[in-house]
């Protein structure tokens, strides 16, 4: 598990986080992040997921209460630094441009409302497990990796790409508007899979909705790529029609008399 953290929270999520700070306002037109309070929000975050690293072995290994206590402390400590880092973004701030209903900004949105889901997951996890009278949820801490990779990370790469494909010519703010099919079958994955991984707890039925989640999650991003692919062959081609082309180079050649 300590290394599951270093590569969610202390890679994935800091490179999104940061990334973000630059690349989103200019392709979706929200407001500018606060840049001083991003700083200031940085060593603590590395402290948090350093610090969870380390104690979370020593807990299990000793079974000593302070570890717990010291492992709980980081946890939250990483909880409210993501949360306060991801909110600095302001990604449900109204943009600058016009986007139809469901455009890549939806995607965004619908990534942080799930690294939400996670953070709140990863600071309540303890009473998850005192409630069941066991010392930690390996179902219930899986169930918070789940939301954090394919909820956020996932609609987070999604949103951004698809932001960045070429669109179709004087498309205008449709060009922007994308399928609803994958967005439905991620979400639907997602939350079939984070919530029936926790009721593993409860009841071994539960394992069977959980594995078949992976298959709308996987629907959801090939249907995705049926949309993206032929977008990303653009690349390269003019930007105006062959006609369009035509008429002005005729133009502006040269008039022989």
């Keep these: 598990m300590p290394l599951r953290d270093l590569q969610i929270h202390g890679l994935a999520l800091a490179m999104i986080i940061g990334v973000s700070l630059r690349v ?3 392709l979706f037109g929200t407001p500018a992040a606060d840049e001083r309070l991003a700083r200031r929000l940085f060593w603590p975050l590395q402290l ?6 380390a104690s979370f072995p020593a807990a299990m290994i000793t079974r000593r209460p302070l570890w717990f206590v010291v492992y709980g402390a980081a946890t939250l400590l990483f909880v409210a630094t993501a949360a306060l880092a991801a909110a600095n973004l302001r990604v ?6 016009v986007l139809p209903r469901l455009s890549p900004l939806t995607f965004i949105r619908a990534a942080h409302v799930w690294l939400a889901v996670s953070l709140a997951m990863l600071a309540t996890g303890p009473l998850w497990a005192h409630w069941l009278g066991i010392p930690f949820s390996h179902a219930w801490h899986g169930a918070t990796r789940h939301a954090v990779t394919v909820g956020f990370v996932s609609l987070m790469m999604i949103g951004v790409a698809s932001r960045l494909a070429p669109r179709p010519y004087d498309s205008g703010a449709a060009g922007a508007a994308m399928p609803v099919t994958p967005f439905v079958l991620l979400n ?4 079939l899979r984070v919530s029936q991984q926790v009721l593993t707890d409860l009841t071994p039925l539960a394992f069977l909705p959980a594995g078949a989640s992976g298959l709308f999650e996987v629907t959801g991003l090939v249907w995705w790529a049926t949309w993206i692919v032929p977008r990303l062959l653009r690349v ?10 035509l008429a002005a180079g005729a133009a502006s050649a040269p008039v022989e008399n």
Aim: aromatic residues 4%; hydrophobic residues 50%; glycine residues 14%.
């Design 24 to 26: 989103l306002p200019g």
């Design 48 to 53: 948090a997921v350093l610090v969870e690293v």
């Design 92 to 97: 449900f701030a109204r943009p600058r441009v």
């Design 188 to 191: 639907l994955g997602c939350t």
């Design 236 to 245: 390269g081609q003019p930007l105006v029609p062959p006609a369009a082309g």
